[in-house]
């Protein structure tokens, strides 16, 4: 009877695990290396750009810099700004350009829309590292 309980109780368990793992898409893409992805509007005078954020496992982290809106996407450099080295954007706008700070800068993708303007900032380590403990601070938004 005993063993039949404690059954019983690990099945129970797992089931609300396995319940709240369907929550959180994060896990989820954890586990199952399915991709996770976060979409961030920004709207500008030329129009309007998403930044992207595409999870795979612990170490897949793409940005990208797109004109589409869609949440299930594959980076292509041709038409978006595509950032793999997982490393966070702080961005703001300044009249019709998107400002980024970055740690490297990436060639325009050939056929990304023109009247778009996207400035690049290569910043030293340093100064990124302190970015991230004064970004507010300076007017900047991180993704």
Known sequence: MKVKNI???I????????????????VLGFIFNQPVNKVTEIKMKGGTVYLKDL????????KVISTSASEDFDPDEKTEYVFRNGL?????????TLVLMVRKVIDKPANFPKGINIKQVKLKNPEYMNLHNSYSEKGYEIF
């Open 55 to 62: 999870r795979k496992g612990l170490n897949t982290i793409i």
């Open 7 to 9: 059954v019983l109780l």
């Open 88 to 96: 966070d954007l702080f961005y703001y706008v300044e009249n019709d």
């Open 11 to 26: 099945l129970g368990l797992s089931i609300i695990i396995l319940l709240y793992f369907n929550y959180n898409r994060l």
